[in-house]
């Protein structure tokens, strides 16, 4: 499985999240629900105009809080990179300063970058030589039809060497 390692600052992003549950496989079910809402309501222009780039990345982030314990639940935000005033109805996530490994997912959204997740946890890790730092994992998606087949987006996992 092809990856690249890149080291990255902390960062600060600005959006929504919600609570999913990991019991039977929920989170594969609600999470693209959520990205259809957001789409849908407007929150994805909202966050489009707090973007400090010129071609925005929208990013989904998986986090499970030590409140959440071992793995039964995560805050799942949809956000984008901002270094600015947080308008009414959106959180700030500050993201830490971590290496990353990043593996890009090629497909339609959902099915390619939920298999993408699975080869990450069930192919890549058993043989890389890293283990999961304790933080957040981050999608990354760029502009596109997310459903069309050659659709490119980016899976970021926190490592550390063994």
């Known amino acids: 499985m092809e990856y690249k390692m890149i080291e990255r600052e902390k960062f600060q992003v600005v959006g929504i999240k919600k609570v999913f549950s990991f019991h039977q496989g929920q989170n594969l079910v609600e999470v693209p629900k959520f990205w259809e809402q957001v789409w849908a309501d407007g929150t994805i222009e909202q966050l489009e105009k707090l973007s400090n780039k010129e071609v925005p990345n929208y990013m989904g982030i998986c986090h499970v809080s030590e409140e ?57 890790f058993p043989t890389s030589g890293y283990e999961h730092a304790p933080g957040p994992e981050i999608e990354v998606y760029g502009p596109g039809d997310s459903r069309a087949d050659n659709y490119e987006c980016d899976v970021w996992i926190p490592v550390t060497k063994k």
């Not at 793995?71 to 300063?97: L, R, S, T």
């Open 68 to 124: 959440q314990g071992p793995k039964q639940e995560m805050d799942y935000w949809i956000a984008i990179e901002h270094a600015g005033e947080v308008p009414e109805g959106m959180e700030v996530f500050n993201v830490p300063e971590f290496q990353w490994a990043v593996f890009q997912s090629v497909g339609a959204l959902p099915e390619a970058i939920q298999q993408t997740w699975q080869q990450i946890f069930s192919e890549w």
